[in-house]
């Protein structure tokens, strides 16, 4: 008697369980900002058109791993925040829905596609940053050129995301690459090699590992540091004076999508001037001009990149990082 | 008497002839059903992996083991790999031992409070160690600070302390248990006769519990190369075949290479499996039958007693303290920064979403685990058909399998339509189900074992049909075996990252790879604090599941089966 009672308990419990809940609108979405953007994002458009939005965090180069392996199957409705080589990867592969978005008329060309594949939603870059505290005690100002940081004596002292993770690295090399050319652009990376602690898996990681003075300077995206200075780390940022790369946080409507409509809004939505100020508040820099919280009125300095090129390299490029770079062997 | 049968059988309507036929044959449809069940989910998916790793663009091809082969930083993976594998395992073995012996053997006063210690970290992601190594050694840590040190944490030392930190209570499980059941009055004769402390453990305690300690020598070591959270976390430059295999997969996407990857590292797994299985043949002389019995302690020698509880202490201080530090980093918003308690991490909506989710994961896994297993037992003890043992070898393989190669193949063979389950609870929890089914196959196993066939064949003799039989007669037998696979499935699974990190889907993320993200990602506070939740939550999970058992009358089966 008594074990057909659990036996029933239990099956009670397992069909609740594996039914979950079902809600009004949803729509699942690959988001690649950091963790409390992805949350910002998707309150913002909770708020405004009553669209729940269910976001894994992942990294810009993980979003595009996942997005290869699952095509033409996706698990998401939506990609919302991928970096550019995922966007124009996507486009050529057709696994978009094009949607030409009236609410995005009067952009600048180069945060969308003229077919409406994909919207760039906000422009980042990449800073240097570095602790004050810990700077203050070894007496080191910041750094004033990328140069700069060949110094030996920052040697395990630097932080930098790893481009086989991370697609904000893949736009840092691939910057400098393009700053020195091939040569001495691979010469500059070995290098500052032999300064860097280690690579990190996530862009935004040196920000919080050098703002909690594990270590004293990071090459990082630029979209938490403004946050990360509001919550009271010790953090100085700076951009050399050779300038920055840039990349694009892109919005797709994924192929296979059931939930079309509610897609379209979402691009809509994200046209709209209430969502570049949202953006710029961040720090980033937006289709539709509005204050920017991180750098003001003048706009960074930028190096001169071909983001199409940046995407076709990667493999080629991650290739040689893995024979050039140095990896500690026990 | 021949034609006495046959006209019985004549007599017979037709209806109990195929009552009579499902009564002999029903074992082995079940053997069957159960069988494509294994195939289709544990070999299927190792098969994809194997075959991505020899097919190329252009069919098949042998390049990516070239490229794996020829390329420095693959090698350096590998060895790194198998190193760290073996460190890990002798150094959890010794401190496994120290603490099983001394919550056996040792003072009675000690035995509970390091039993507890040793069992907690089971309930706690392995990857919380790595939070509490940075918290207080990292370069800007507590303890680095306070005495101005300069020392490497991120780098294979790192990755060796929190991953040895991280799987003692695994050790230490498996070889309380194998004491446990090891009768004392053995070593308690020779005590008497005047043997002292270190001939016993040299020439009884230790060959008797060999069969123990090597089968937890190829979980741990198992465990160790295939779980990446703290090689991710703090394993800085130097390279691990499972993170590397995870940036393989989910930052090149590479899923060719990873492949490969995958295939060196299940190599040496099975290469021990194997051995272990040699091994043993004929040797399983580990008291099953009987209670366990708590010995009486002795007065243990002095040269064995300090060093074991130096070890001992160590060991269980280091875990209490690394527990008590992510407790104190999760009331801190910025660790090291401002010194202001908050409670905002707990407050964490998506955090509590994601538990929610491994709890349902877990639960759903922990069911279907468990009734397999029982099932999976009965047919490999009782059947009689062609190919017991291979399904014995498949059911148990799970102890040799990397989790990390089971998450990429679940991912290669279940992507795709028609047998797209990618996306949802199901894929989570059948990967967990089969992940960690030898556990309770084995607790079943070793249950039937016990009863002899005759009780089962008295009830078909006296005219029970097989369903019957199974259900009044084997079932109550066997459910301290289904305890046992619920309660390991649940507590692994939830807890466990190595497989799933690859299977999350937006909308459905599980607690450990959350915590997993904010650690990677830096962010301490929210880390620590999910992991305390988790903790809880598990904690608050395991008494009720206790609570339960003992009202069933099945408390001593119970903790014999957490132990398996």
Same mark, same amino acid.
């Given at each position: 008697?008594?074990?057909?009672?659990?036996?029933?308990?239990?099956?009670?419990?397992?069909?609740?369980?594996?039914?979950?809940?079902?809600?009004?609108?949803?729509?699942?979405?690959?988001?690649?900002?950091?963790?409390?953007?992805?949350?910002?994002?998707?309150?913002?458009?909770?708020?405004?058109?009553?669209?729940?939005?269910?976001?894994?965090?992942?990294?810009?180069?993980?979003?595009?791993?996942?997005?290869?392996?699952?095509?033409?199957?996706?698990?998401?409705?939506?990609?919302?925040?991928?970096?550019?080589?995922?966007?124009?990867?996507?486009?050529?592969?057709?696994?978009?829905?094009?949607? @030409?978005?009236?609410?995005?008329?009067?952009?600048?060309?180069?945060?969308?596609?003229?077919?409406?594949?994909?919207?760039?939603?906000?422009?980042?870059?990449?800073?240097?940053?570095?602790?004050?505290?810990?700077?203050?005690?070894?007496?080191?100002?910041?750094?004033?050129?990328?140069?700069?940081?060949?110094?030996?004596?920052?040697?395990?002292?630097?932080?930098?995301?790893?481009?086989?993770?991370?697609?904000?690295?893949?736009?840092?090399?691939?910057?400098?690459?393009?700053?020195?050319?091939?040569?001495?652009?691979?010469?500059?990376?070995?290098?500052?090699?032999?300064?860097?602690?280690?690579?990190?898996?996530?862009?935004?990681?040196?920000?919080?590992?050098?703002?909690?003075?594990?270590?004293?300077?990071?090459?990082?995206?630029?979209?938490? @540091?403004?946050?990360?200075?509001?919550?009271?780390?010790?953090?100085?940022?700076?951009?050399?004076?050779?300038?920055?790369?840039?990349?694009?946080?892109?919005?797709?409507?994924?192929?296979?999508?059931?939930?079309?409509?509610?897609?379209?809004?979402?691009?809509?939505?994200?046209?709209?001037?209430?969502?570049?100020?949202?953006?710029?508040?961040?720090?980033?820099?937006?289709?539709?001009?509005?204050?920017?919280?991180?750098?003001?009125?003048?706009?960074?300095?930028?190096?001169?990149?071909?983001?199409?090129?940046?995407?076709?390299?990667?493999?080629?490029?991650?290739?040689?990082?893995?024979?050039?770079?140095?990896?500690?062997?026990? | 008497?021949?034609?006495?049968?046959?006209?019985?059988? *004549?007599?017979?309507?037709?209806?109990?002839?195929?009552?009579?036929?499902?009564?002999?044959?029903?074992?082995?449809?079940?053997?069957?059903?159960?069988?494509?069940?294994?195939?289709?989910?544990?070999?299927?998916?190792?098969?994809?992996?194997?075959?991505?790793?020899?097919?190329?663009?252009? %069919?098949?091809?042998?390049?990516?083991?070239?490229?794996?082969?020829?390329?420095? +930083?693959?090698?350096?993976?590998?060895?790194?790999?198998?190193?760290?594998?073996?460190?890990?395992?002798?150094?959890? *073995?010794?401190?496994?031992?120290?603490?099983?012996?001394?919550?056996?053997?040792?003072?009675?006063?000690?035995?509970?409070?390091?039993?507890?210690?040793?069992?907690?970290?089971?309930?706690?992601?392995?990857?919380?160690?790595?939070?509490?190594?940075?918290?207080?050694?990292?370069?800007?840590?507590?303890?680095?600070?306070?005495?101005?040190?300069?020392?490497?944490?991120?780098?294979? %030392?790192?990755?060796?302390?929190?991953?040895?930190?991280?799987?003692?209570?695994?050790?230490?499980?498996?070889?309380?248990?194998?004491?446990?059941? *090891?009768?004392?009055?053995?070593?308690?004769?020779?005590?008497?006769?005047?043997?002292?402390?270190?001939?016993?453990?040299?020439?009884?305690?230790?060959?008797?519990?060999?069969? %123990?300690?090597?089968?937890?020598?190829?979980?741990?070591?198992?465990?160790?190369?295939?779980?990446?959270?703290?090689? =991710?976390?703090?394993?800085?430059?130097?390279?691990?075949?499972?993170?590397?295999?995870?940036?393989?997969?989910?930052?090149?996407?590479?899923?060719?290479?990873?492949?490969?990857?995958?295939?060196?590292?299940? =190599?040496?797994?099975?290469?021990?499996?194997?051995?272990?299985? +040699?091994?043993?043949?004929?040797?399983?002389?580990?008291?099953?039958?009987?209670?366990?019995? =708590?010995?009486?302690?002795?007065?243990?020698?002095?040269?064995?007693?300090?060093?074991?509880?130096?070890?001992?202490?160590?060991?269980?201080?280091?875990?209490?303290?690394?527990?008590?530090?992510?407790?104190?980093?999760?009331? +801190?918003?910025? *660790?090291?920064?401002?010194?202001?308690?908050?409670?905002?991490?707990?407050?964490?909506?998506?955090?509590?979403? =994601?538990? +929610?989710?491994?709890?349902?994961?877990?639960?759903?896994?922990?069911?279907?685990?468990?009734?397999?297993?029982?099932?999976?037992?009965?047919?490999?003890?009782?059947?009689?058909?062609?190919?017991?043992?291979?399904?014995?070898?498949?059911?148990?393989?799970?102890?040799?399998?990397?989790?990390?190669?089971? %998450?990429?193949?679940?991912?290669?063979?279940?992507?795709?339509?028609?047998?797209?389950?990618?996306?949802?609870?199901?894929?989570?929890?059948?990967?967990?189900?089969?992940?960690?089914?030898?556990?309770?196959?084995?607790?079943?196993?070793?249950?039937?074992?016990?009863?002899?066939?005759?009780?089962?064949?008295?009830?078909?003799?006296?005219?029970?049909?097989?369903?019957?039989?199974?259900?009044?007669?084997?079932?109550?037998?066997?459910?301290?075996?289904?305890?046992?696979?619920?309660?390991?499935?649940?507590?692994?699974?939830?807890?466990?990252?190595?497989?799933?990190?690859?299977?999350?889907?937006?909308?459905?993320?599980?607690?450990?790879?959350?915590?997993?993200?904010?650690?990677?990602?830096?962010?301490?506070?929210?880390?620590?604090?999910?992991?305390?939740?988790?903790?809880?939550?598990?904690?608050?999970?395991?008494?009720?599941?206790?609570?339960?058992?003992?009202?069933?009358?099945?408390?001593?089966?119970?903790?014999?089966?957490?132990?398996?």
């Amino acid at each position: 008697m008594k074990r057909k009672l659990i036996a029933f308990v239990v099956a009670a419990i397992f069909s609740v369980l594996l039914a979950g809940s079902a809600m009004a609108e949803e729509i699942n979405a690959y988001m690649g900002t950091s963790p409390d953007n992805n949350a910002k994002i998707a309150q913002f458009i909770k708020d405004k058109t009553g669209i729940t939005v269910n976001q894994t965090f992942q990294s810009f180069g993980e979003i595009e791993a996942r997005m290869k392996a699952e095509a033409p199957n996706f698990n998401a409705d939506m990609t919302i925040g991928c970096g550019s080589s995922t966007g124009f990867l996507a486009k050529k592969s057709g696994w978009t829905v094009p949607y @030409v978005s009236p609410a995005w008329k009067g952009v600048p060309e180069v945060f969308l596609d003229p077919q409406g594949n994909w919207y760039n939603f906000s422009n980042f870059s990449f800073v240097l940053v570095g602790n004050k505290d810990r700077l203050a005690k070894a007496g080191y100002a910041m750094p004033t050129s990328w140069k700069d940081l060949l110094d030996p004596k920052w040697k395990g002292e630097i932080l930098m995301p790893s481009p086989l993770s991370s697609g904000t690295a893949n736009q840092m090399r691939f910057s400098f690459l393009a700053l020195y050319g091939d040569d001495e652009g691979w010469k500059f990376l070995e290098a500052l090699d032999k300064n860097i602690a280690y690579y990190t898996r996530s862009g935004n990681a040196p920000t919080d590992l050098v703002g909690r003075g594990e270590f004293m300077l990071g090459l990082t995206s630029d979209e938490n @540091v403004k946050k990360r200075l509001d919550d009271g780390y010790p953090l100085i940022w700076t951009i050399p004076k050779e300038g920055t790369g840039y990349d694009g946080t892109f919005a797709l409507i994924l192929k296979g999508t059931k939930k079309l409509d509610a897609c379209k809004k979402i691009i809509d939505l994200l046209g709209t001037p209430e969502f570049s100020e949202l953006m710029a508040a961040i720090g980033y820099v937006t289709p539709r001009p509005a204050p920017n919280a991180l750098y003001g009125k003048t706009l960074p300095k930028y190096i001169k990149l071909d983001l199409g090129k940046a995407s076709d390299d990667k493999a080629k490029n991650n290739d040689i990082w893995k024979q050039k770079l140095r990896t500690d062997f026990k | 008497m021949a034609t006495v049968e046959l006209s019985l059988k *004549l007599q017979a309507s037709s209806g109990s002839k195929i009552k009579d036929f499902l009564n002999a044959n029903l074992i082995n449809i079940l053997a069957a059903f159960l069988f494509l069940l294994l195939a289709f989910f544990l070999l299927y998916p190792i098969i994809a992996v194997l075959l991505k790793s020899f097919r190329g663009p252009s %069919g098949f091809t042998l390049q990516y083991y070239q490229n794996f082969f020829s390329k420095n +930083y693959y090698y350096q993976s590998l060895y790194n790999t198998l190193l760290l594998g073996v460190i890990n395992t002798v150094v959890c *073995l010794v401190i496994g031992f120290c603490l099983a012996y001394m919550t056996t053997r040792g003072p009675w006063i000690l035995r509970k409070p390091l039993k507890i210690i040793s069992l907690v970290p089971l309930i706690a992601p392995p990857y919380l160690f790595a939070l509490s190594l940075i918290i207080l050694f990292g370069r800007n840590g507590l303890i680095t600070k306070m005495f101005d040190l300069h020392w490497q944490l991120y780098g294979f %030392g790192g990755v060796v302390i929190s991953q040895t930190l991280a799987f003692i209570p695994l050790a230490y499980m498996m070889i309380e248990n194998t004491l446990m059941s *090891l009768n004392p009055n053995l070593e308690e004769s020779a005590y008497d006769m005047g043997a002292s402390e270190a001939t016993i453990l040299r020439t009884i305690t230790i060959p008797l519990l060999a069969p %123990g300690l090597l089968k937890a020598a190829l979980l741990i070591f198992v465990m160790t190369i295939a779980e990446f959270g703290n090689a =991710a976390i703090l394993g800085g430059r130097t390279p691990f075949l499972a993170p590397d295999t995870y940036t393989m997969i989910t930052g090149e996407s590479d899923f060719n290479m990873g492949s490969v990857l995958s295939v060196v590292m299940i =190599a040496p797994c099975i290469l021990i499996f194997f051995i272990h299985n +040699y091994l043993l043949e004929g040797k399983q002389f580990t008291t099953i039958g009987g209670k366990p019995v =708590a010995s009486e302690p002795r007065k243990i020698t002095p040269l064995i007693q300090v060093p074991f509880m130096i070890i001992t202490t160590v060991a269980a201080g280091a875990i209490f303290v690394c527990f008590a530090v992510v407790f104190a980093a999760s009331f +801190y918003k910025i *660790l090291g920064v401002t010194h202001n308690i908050v409670l905002s991490n707990y407050l964490d909506f998506t955090s509590n979403q =994601a538990i +929610y989710n491994s709890i349902r994961v877990s639960f759903v896994a922990a069911v279907i685990g468990a009734i397999i297993g029982v099932l999976l037992a009965y047919v490999i003890v009782r059947g009689k058909f062609f190919g017991r043992t291979f399904i014995e070898m498949v059911s148990l393989s799970g102890f040799a399998l990397p989790g990390t190669v089971l %998450g990429i193949g679940y991912l290669l063979a279940f992507s795709a339509p028609p047998l797209k389950l990618t996306g949802g609870i199901m894929i989570l929890a059948l990967n967990c189900v089969f992940r960690f089914l030898a556990v309770g196959v084995e607790a079943g196993i070793s249950k039937l074992h016990q009863i002899h066939i005759e009780i089962e064949e008295a009830s078909a003799d006296l005219g029970a049909s097989f369903l019957t039989t199974f259900y009044k007669i084997v079932l109550p037998i066997m459910f301290p075996a289904f305890i046992a696979g619920f309660i390991y499935t649940f507590m692994t699974a939830i807890v466990s990252l190595s497989a799933v990190v690859f299977l999350v889907s937006p909308g459905f993320d599980l607690a450990a790879v959350k915590i997993f993200d904010a650690a990677v990602y830096g962010e301490i506070g929210i880390a620590s604090a999910t992991t305390m939740k988790l903790v809880l939550i598990v904690m608050i999970c395991m008494l009720i599941l206790n609570f339960i058992s003992n009202k069933t009358r099945l408390g001593s089966s119970m903790k014999k089966s957490a132990a398996v």
